[in-house]
């Protein structure tokens, strides 16, 4: 079992930026591939970004790609999303998720989810 924590959501102000954090509980964490999904309301949970469990490669969506950057600290058993130049489409509930092996685009590969965290963009 993997329980996920996330944190750093509010709100910010578009051109702003926030960091993201999901706490891990495994001791097995370094195993896993860890994605970072959005979800806003009315709409399907899409990938954000992804990192592979070695920490080696990384993936993110087109939407995101030079503004979001996707870390992890295997020793501190967290991942983070650190996101600049926000925009109102950016705003949404966060999802931070875990998948045993490679990076997977899609939510129904992910084992395990955190609870979300709220991020609100104005503008």
């Known amino acids: 079992q993997v329980q996920l924590v996330e944190s750093g959501g509010g709100l910010v102000q578009a051109g702003g930026s926030l960091r993201l954090s999901c706490a891990a509980s495994?001791?097995?964490?370094?195993?896993?591939?860890m994605g970072w999904f959005r979800q806003a309301p009315g709409e399907g949970r899409g990938f954000v970004a992804g990192?592979?469990?070695?920490?080696?490669?990384?993936r993110y969506a087109d939407s995101v790609k030079g503004r979001f950057t996707i870390s992890r600290d295997n020793d501190k058993n967290t991942v983070y999303l650190q996101k600049n130049s926000l925009k109102p489409e950016d705003a949404a509930v966060y999802y931070c998720?875990?998948?045993?092996?490679?990076?997977?685009?899609?939510?129904?590969?992910?084992?395990?989810w955190g609870q979300g965290t709220q991020v609100t963009v104005s503008s």
């Open positions: 998720a875990a998948a045993f092996g490679l990076v997977r685009y899609r939510p129904q590969k992910y084992d395990y």
């Open positions: 495994a001791r097995t964490f370094s195993s896993y591939s």
């Open positions: 990192i592979r469990w070695s920490g080696g490669s990384t």
